[in-house]
């Protein structure tokens, strides 16, 4: 059966104290979500990688889909340093 496109995927987000210390500075990080599309460009890319592609579709969907909502991901993020770690789909 095709998923419903209107209809906004179900999701859960990370619970508030399953919340990691941040690998960077050790604050508790707090969970939340990544909301639109992030891609990914990797260092050292030619000019031509860079014309072509946008780079790796990390958050969103993909493959073209017509949807009314928002992609989002799942992810903490740390108040004083600002590091986001995005958990995998």
């Known amino acids: 059966m095709t998923p419903d496109p209107y209809k906004p995927p179900e999701t ?15 604050t508790p990080m707090e969970a939340g979500r990544v909301k639109g599309q992030l891609y990914w460009q990797r260092e050292g890319r030619s000019l031509l990688e860079a014309l072509v592609s946008h780079g790796k579709k990390i958050v969103g ?11 989002t991901q799942a992810g903490f993020l740390c108040p004083s340093c600002g590091l986001a770690m995005i958990l995998p789909r």
Do not use: E, Q, V
């Open 12 to 26: 859960t987000a990370p619970a508030a104290d399953n919340a990691p210390p941040c690998p960077g500075c050790g």
């Open 61 to 71: 969907p993909r493959t073209f889909t017509l949807t009314l909502s928002t992609p």
